[in-house]
């Protein structure tokens, strides 16, 4: 999921050691309700704003190069992957009937019997269709969403250009938040390619998310206990 | 580009041409871009608000919001964005998400969901210009779609309690004021000298902030602490609304500002020509007189940034 990806790609440039693990009660031991979440000692942190802070509060930073002008534009170019990337991976989820149908209430409702697996999943999709009908998604086509997907991969091509990282030589935060989605999206199997197909428009783009995981998680895949289902589910982009 | 355009918008008072943050983007961009459009305030008349606001009409086509407003602007070649980079224009999408993340939830909650504003301030200004019997109903949904989404959005755990949320969207709006200050530096506008899209969204969302007389007021301190903000909007407001910074707006004189504006633009267009003729003629007299069509190209190669003379 792409908020793991991006707190685990953040944590491994940090070179901070992370095993990743698997809980279906995940989302009850989180904090704030929301995973992924990290286990350090006896803290528990959720959400990588928060992490970055604690991370930050440790003495680890990616950020701290940065003048004020960049830092500024570093966090809104954050926003800019909330706000379109991931309410249109959220709306592709859970407010696009056909993939609700085959793939998301299935996955969502897997780790429970019948009929909680229905009940849960029908829960949170009503939870998440409120809220795009809050800040005014509803209404919008998926043309439109993927429109707005390919309007966003544009900014970021563009923001990158032929840099190796968001900014310039060292990797941010944004590198890691920007590598979670945009490599969930590439490696997601949908019930159509539309959107990964946006993303591969783009080659600075996939060439990013290839580097960063040759040259983040290629070596650390041993180091990695987890269960065998996420063994079985790990992607590669490298084919 | 002959089609006569009109919005539909809430008006304004305390200085600004419009109390709606949406509906002043919109304005503001048409004035950066040149767009003619006629404003129709929505006042007490039997013609009620539908849907969204604001709206742009213009011959059968309805739409409505900024963004996409902004986008039909710039089909019909009203493009404040026209010199900007790829990069730039990258730059402009990040830094509205931030403000729609960071700054609107704290704006919504200000206007809408404060109980003193609210009932001193929003609701009886918003009822006085809606008419009867929706007067009272309207503003009352209003402010409860502005409650829902801040919860929605922001509201999860552990942030529990509707203190909490308002503790933390005030403290990321604050944030989000001090980042784009920082952005902003001692330019006149974002992006150099002439004023873009970026410009027109963060006018719009700050302008209301900085202006309207609210008994609770914390953002509006935060805002003052950062002069070159508060500088940014008052300069908009003199040089593009015509509007002085004590408030006082001359009364209906917008189309005639309009006209006048277009007038000073084609006189200085004109002038700028003959100056240029002029110099050929002088630089080198044998060469023959310069085809009109060439004429006519210099002369769209310069509509791009008419503005730039009239700014003082």
Redesign the interface.
């Given at each position: 999921m792409p908020k793991s990806q991006a707190i685990q790609a953040f944590l491994q440039m940090c070179n901070l050691p992370v095993r990743v693990v698997c809980r279906a009660n995940a989302e009850y031991m989180s904090p704030s309700g929301k995973v992924p979440f990290i286990h350090v000692g006896n803290q528990v942190v959720s959400e990588l704003g928060p992490i970055v802070q604690f991370v930050k509060a440790k003495g680890h930073s990616l950020s701290d190069g940065l003048d004020e002008v960049q830092k500024a534009e570093m966090k809104a170019y954050m926003e800019l992957v909330n706000n379109m990337l991931l309410t249109a991976e959220l709306y592709l989820q859970w407010c696009d009937d056909v993939t609700v149908e085959e793939i998301t209430h299935p996955r969502y409702g897997s780790p429970y019997p019948w009929p909680l697996n229905r009940i849960l999943a029908y829960q949170k999709q009503w939870e998440i269709r409120r809220k795009m009908k809050a800040i005014g998604w509803a209404g919008k086509s998926l043309e439109q969403v993927l429109e707005d997907v390919d309007q966003c991969c544009q900014a970021l091509s563009q923001r990158l250009g032929t840099q190796p990282y968001f900014f310039n030589k060292q990797p941010t935060e944004l590198d890691a938040l920007v590598f979670g989605h945009l490599f969930t999206i590439l490696t997601t199997q949908l019930t159509t390619d539309e959107l990964s197909e946006k993303v591969k428009n783009y080659g600075n783009l996939t060439a990013f998310c290839r580097r960063i995981e040759q040259q983040y998680f290629e070596g650390h895949d041993k180091d990695n206990s987890g269960t065998a289902a996420a063994r079985s589910a790990k992607r590669s982009l490298l084919r | 580009m002959a089609a006569p355009m009109e919005l539909s918008c809430w008006g304004g008072d305390w200085g600004l041409p419009s109390l709606h943050p949406e509906s002043l983007t919109v304005m503001a961009y048409a004035k950066f871009s040149g767009a003619p459009l006629t404003v129709n305030t929505i006042n007490n008349s039997w013609r009620t608000p539908k849907g969204d606001v604001p709206v742009l009409i213009s011959e059968d086509t309805v739409i409505s919001?900024p963004a996409k407003i902004l986008n039909f602007l710039r089909k019909q070649k009203y493009n404040a964005d026209y010199e900007l980079s790829?990069?730039q224009?990258?730059?402009t999408?990040?830094?509205i998400?931030?403000l729609?993340?960071?700054l609107l939830p704290a704006l919504l909650h200000t206007f809408w969901v404060e109980a003193e504003n609210y009932c001193s301030v929003t609701k009886p200004w918003f009822a006085s210009r809606i008419p009867f019997p929706l007067s009272l109903y309207l503003p009352g949904k209003m402010s409860r779609?502005a409650l829902?989404?801040i919860l929605?959005?922001k509201g999860?755990?552990?942030l529990y309690s509707l203190t909490e949320v308002e503790a933390q969207i005030y403290r990321d709006a604050k944030e989000c004021l001090n980042?784009?200050s920082?952005?902003l530096?001692t330019s006149q506008f974002f992006f150099g000298n002439t004023p873009t899209t970026l410009d027109a969204f963060v006018f719009g969302f700050l302008a209301p902030v900085y202006k309207v007389c609210f008994p609770r007021v914390q953002l509006q301190e935060h805002l003052k602490q950062l002069p070159n903000l508060c500088r940014f909007c008052d300069d908009i407001l003199t040089c593009y609304f015509r509007l002085t910074v004590s408030g006082h707006s001359p009364s209906g004189q917008d189309t005639a500002d309009a006209n006048l504006q277009k007038l000073t633009q084609l006189v200085n267009k004109e002038s700028n020509l003959i100056e240029k003729m002029d110099d050929n003629l002088r630089k080198s007299p044998q060469h023959p007189p310069r085809k009109l069509t060439t004429l006519k190209l210099a002369a769209g190669g310069e509509e791009s940034s008419p503005l730039n003379r009239l700014s003082p």
């Open positions: - | 919001q790829a990069k224009g990258a730059d999408l990040a830094y998400a931030l729609e993340e960071k779609e829902n989404r929605l959005t999860g755990p552990p980042l784009l920082k952005r530096g």
